[in-house]
């Protein structure tokens, strides 16, 4: 088989593969391409979260990770069931808060390893759930298990 020929077979391969691979992604969540306008967001994404209380008088940067934080507590945030805690990351610019990269999601279910919390991560465009694995924000707040999971500190998130 001559070069070029190899380099197309190969082309075809990679091209088949990501077709075959793509069908399940886009069928989770791609946009439709119709005139007929489409809903944006996921119902357990909390619109309004904005309008809660704010934890952090000023954004909370981590350098070590690149990131500036915003923390968002809900009305009900005696870290009861129902308790919705909401972290806006941001990359981390010049040492200043730049631009959105998601929106996590913090809920207390009840049910469940890590407390009985549950996590979720939304693109903040779309409002599209993140197909991100929230393994890793479990594996990392189990570190904080002894503080029921928190890194903040409770007074600072009940109202």
Same mark, same amino acid.
């Given at each position: 088989?001559?070069?070029?020929?190899?380099?197309?077979?190969?082309?075809?391969?990679?091209?088949?593969?990501?077709?075959?691979?793509?069908?399940?992604?886009?069928?989770?969540?791609?946009?439709?391409?119709?005139?007929?306008?489409?809903?944006?967001?996921?119902?357990?994404?909390?619109?309004?979260?904005?309008?809660?209380?704010?934890?952090?008088?000023?954004?909370?940067?981590?350098?070590?990770?690149?990131?500036?934080?915003?923390?968002?507590?809900?009305?009900?945030?005696?870290?009861?069931?129902?308790?919705?805690? $909401?972290?806006?990351?941001? #990359?981390?610019?010049? /040492? +200043?808060? =730049?631009?959105?990269? !998601? $929106?996590?999601?913090?809920? #207390?279910?009840?049910? /469940? +390893?890590? =407390?009985?919390?549950? !996590?979720?991560?939304?693109?903040?465009?779309?409002?599209?759930?993140?197909?991100?694995?929230?393994?890793?924000?479990?594996?990392?707040?189990?570190?904080?298990?002894?503080?029921?999971?928190?890194?903040?500190?409770?007074?600072?998130?009940?109202?």
């Amino acid at each position: 088989m001559t070069s070029h020929a190899t380099r197309n077979a190969l082309r075809f391969s990679v091209l088949a593969l990501v077709g075959v691979l793509g069908l399940p992604v886009a069928a989770c969540g791609s946009k439709q391409t119709t005139d007929t306008p489409q809903q944006t967001g996921d119902p357990d994404y909390p619109t309004n979260y904005r309008q809660w209380s704010k934890v952090n008088a000023s954004p909370i940067i981590r350098e070590d990770e690149g990131v500036a934080r915003e923390l968002y507590t809900n009305p009900r945030a005696d870290l009861g069931v129902d308790t919705v805690l $909401v972290k806006e990351q941001y #990359r981390l610019e010049g /040492g +200043e808060k =730049g631009a959105l990269e !998601f $929106v996590a999601v913090m809920r #207390r279910t009840g049910r /469940g +390893e890590a =407390g009985g919390w549950s !996590f979720q991560a939304f693109d903040p465009t779309t409002r599209q759930q993140l197909t991100r694995d929230s393994t890793a924000c479990v594996g990392c707040h189990t570190l904080q298990a002894d503080a029921d999971y928190l890194f903040s500190e409770p007074s600072a998130l009940q109202q």
